[in-house]
Nanobody, 127 residues
Framework: QVELVESGGGLVRTGGSLRLSCVAS????????MGWFRQAPGKEREFVAA????????MYADSVKGRFTISRDNAKNTVDLEMTRLNPQDTGVYYC????????????????????WGQGTQVTVSS
């Protein structure tokens, strides 16, 4: 069963913007920390951003702070990632994941604590 479905990726030029969206199917979405991770070709999947189940306490990787914004809508079971001032280093497949434990925010940047990965959405930034 597919738990998470990402969309919104594409090809943009340096300095451009994209908005990614992830739709969750589980009924416990509103008590689950959600995160965005990305994987560049030949590299390991890395943390991008996470958000508390209540919608606050957004966390970001240093490389995207000030450029990306994570948000969620618990009524719609969605978590979005607004990406601005994109650069070629942002290229990769972006994945949405949920923390395996509900009502837990600690370790929100730890890949190993996430599960239910979607198929990912490709983001390509040209120079």
């Amino acid at each position: 069963q597919v738990e998470l479905v990402e969309s919104g990726g594409g090809l943009v030029r340096t300095g451009g913007s994209l908005r990614l969206s992830c739709v969750a199917s589980r009924s416990d979405f509103n008590v689950t920390t959600m995160g965005w991770f990305r994987q560049a070709p030949g590299k390991e999947r890395e943390f991008v951003a996470a958000i508390h189940w209540g919608g606050g306490l957004p966390m970001y990787a240093d490389s995207v702070k000030g450029r990306f914004t994570i948000s969620r809508d618990n009524a719609k079971n969605t978590v979005d990632l607004e990406m601005t001032r994109l650069n070629p280093q942002d290229t990769g497949v972006y994945y949405c994941g949920r923390k395996a434990r509900i009502l837990e925010f600690s370790g929100a940047s730890d890949l190993a604590r996430y599960t239910g990965w979607g198929q990912g959405t490709q983001v390509t930034v040209s120079s």
